[in-house]
């Protein structure tokens, strides 16, 4: 069993940053991927940036390239999204997950955190 803890979240005026972090705890932890998913009202849940756990690989969303940054520490168990000139359509639940292994499924899930960006 492995446990998501998400952090960071808040209310932001437009053009100004935010930094997420999620804190994997639970069984010895060695996931193949990790991910930052959000959900915004009325919305479906889309994946927003990916980070491969051994070799760092990354993946953006078009909308949020160039100004979201993803990273993860291995000895910390733990992937962070920097968020910089947030827009109001950054408005979302965001969420932190972890697949195991390869393959279209994430299997492990945070309880989202809440970023409210302001016009």
């Known amino acids: 069993q492995v446990q998501l803890v998400e952090s960071g979240g808040g209310l932001v005026q437009a053009g100004g940053s935010l930094r997420l972090s999620c804190a994997a705890s639970?069984?010895?932890?060695?996931?193949?991927?990790m991910g930052w998913f959000r959900q915004a009202p009325g919305k479906e849940r889309e994946l927003t940036a990916r980070?491969?756990?051994?070799?760092?690989?990354?993946f953006y969303a078009d909308s949020v390239k160039g100004r979201f940054t993803i990273s993860r520490d291995n000895a910390k168990n733990t992937v962070d999204l920097q968020m910089n000139s947030l827009k109001p359509e950054d408005t979302a639940v965001y969420y932190c997950?972890?697949?195991?292994?390869?393959?279209?499924?994430?299997?492990?899930w945070g309880r989202g955190t809440q970023v409210t960006v302001s016009s």
């Open positions: 997950a972890t697949k195991l292994r390869v393959g279209p499924d994430y299997d492990y």
């Open positions: 980070i491969r756990w051994t070799s760092g690989g990354t």
């Open positions: 639970g069984r010895t932890f060695s996931p193949y991927s």
